[in-house]
């Protein structure tokens, strides 16, 4: 059941009805849920990092939002998430951009 469970959190059998993965239909409600609000959670920090971002606070987190903007599984529109990520990540590294979190 451990690699049911994975392939319908992680998206590949979302499209599968629950018969053929194998788990009861509630199983498959639960973990479609709980992967929902996992994702929103991880959505909502992406969003609060770059507002910190943008008020020059908490550089840490900042960087940690620009990161995880770059997964595409988890950015909330990857076409967008991966590039503006890889450019905050960089505009982070510059040494100017770190003493002005300070």
Request: proline share 2%; glycine share 8%; aromatic share 8%.
């Given at each position: 059941?451990?690699?049911?469970?994975?392939?319908?959190?992680?998206?590949?059998?979302?499209?599968?009805?629950?018969?053929?993965?194998?788990?009861?239909?509630?199983?498959?409600?639960?973990?479609?849920?709980?992967?929902?609000?996992?994702?929103?959670?991880?959505?909502?920090?992406?969003?609060?990092?770059?507002?910190?971002?943008?008020?020059?606070k908490t550089y840490p987190l900042a960087l940690t939002g620009a990161i995880m903007a770059v997964i595409p599984c988890i950015s909330p529109c990857y076409f967008i998430g991966i590039p503006f990520g890889i450019w905050a990540i960089i505009v982070l590294m510059r040494p100017e951009v770190k003493q002005a979190f300070r």
């Open positions: 059941m451990g690699v049911d469970a994975f392939l319908l959190f992680s998206g590949a059998a979302a499209r599968l009805p629950a018969n053929d993965v194998g788990i009861d239909k509630e199983t498959v409600i639960f973990i479609r849920v709980f992967g929902s609000c996992v994702i929103i959670a991880i959505n909502c920090l992406i969003l609060f990092a770059a507002i910190r971002m943008k008020s020059l």
